[in-house]
């Protein structure tokens, strides 16, 4: 479980965190939602504390994080895989070689045999062959690049998991694609899902709670249904720019997943 309590976040005097409560439960898939400079990435990077609050507590599991000693913070650390917006793959590795990273990072103890194992099985968990592992990223294609992300992100089995704007910079059918392998790999890892976005189809999509921001506060807080329905007028924003009828469909498909 992960409890925020009271976060405040200033840089340089300008407030951009102002008081947020959030709990998110163990297994569940939340969105951060918000449009540019709301503080959805700030809130996000108190959790593994890559920023320190001004004011308040971050907790993971029971531990309090944002004063935790580096031995700790290392340990909670661990628990968590992160997708970056841009896949941040390193163009000088392989694909099998940016897999084996995090597990490096992490001090796993395996022989090249089992590591290859590993591998290729989380690629096919994210839908690509095993021979992707010999290819540089600038030799796959857009989507296949964001599923090798993930690909490292799941690697060394995370309880958690955090997708920063994973369908940015990718086309409707293959944003598509990566919703539902989000909505999937949270069904069969049992994995809790943190989606950063500013994509209401994402959120839609792939998790079952919304948290909203706006002017560093939390305006609403609900599942897709509950948003549709909301008379929030930042809520109505979002929704305003997508079809509703959309938005019921993938709402609905998400219930029945």
Do not use: W
């Not at 194992?117 to 839908?127: F, N, P, Q």
């Not at 309880?159 to 069969?188: M, V, W």
């Not at 950063?196 to 792939?206: E, G, W």
């Not at 609900?222 to 938005?247: H, M, N, Q, W, Y």
């Amino acid at each position: 479980m992960i409890v925020i309590r009271n976060l405040y976040k200033s840089f340089d005097g300008f407030e951009v965190l102002k008081g947020i409560n959030l709990t998110i439960e163990t297994g569940e898939a939340v969105s951060i939602m918000g449009r540019s400079g709301t503080g959805k990435s700030v809130l996000v990077k108190h959790i593994v504390r890559l920023l320190r609050p001004t004011k308040g507590e971050v907790y993971v599991d029971g531990i309090r994080v944002d004063n935790a000693d580096e031995k700790t913070l290392m340990k909670v650390r661990r628990k968590f895989g992160y997708v970056f917006q841009m896949g941040a793959l390193f163009d000088f590795y392989t694909i099998e070689q940016n897999l084996y990273l995090p597990l490096y990072e992490r001090g796993v103890k395996l022989t090249k045999r089992e590591l290859r194992k590993r591998a290729a099985s989380v690629l096919e968990k994210v839908g690509l062959d095993e021979r992707v592992l010999e290819l540089y990223p600038d030799e796959l294609s857009g989507g296949m690049r964001k599923r090798a992300s993930i690909a490292r992100a799941i690697i060394t089995e995370p309880e958690y998991i955090i997708y920063d704007e994973p369908t940015t910079g990718l086309d409707p059918i293959t944003a598509d694609l990566i919703n539902d392998l989000i909505a999937d790999l949270n069904e069969d890892l049992h994995t809790t899902t943190i989606v950063i976005t500013h994509d209401l189809r994402c959120a839609f999509k792939t998790t079952r709670r919304i948290v909203l921001l706006y002017e560093g506060k939390i305006v609403f807080e609900g599942t897709p249904e509950e948003a549709l329905k909301s008379d929030v007028p930042e809520v109505r924003k979002f929704i305003g720019t997508f079809g509703i009828r959309e938005l019921r469909l993938d709402s609905m498909n998400a219930n029945n997943n």
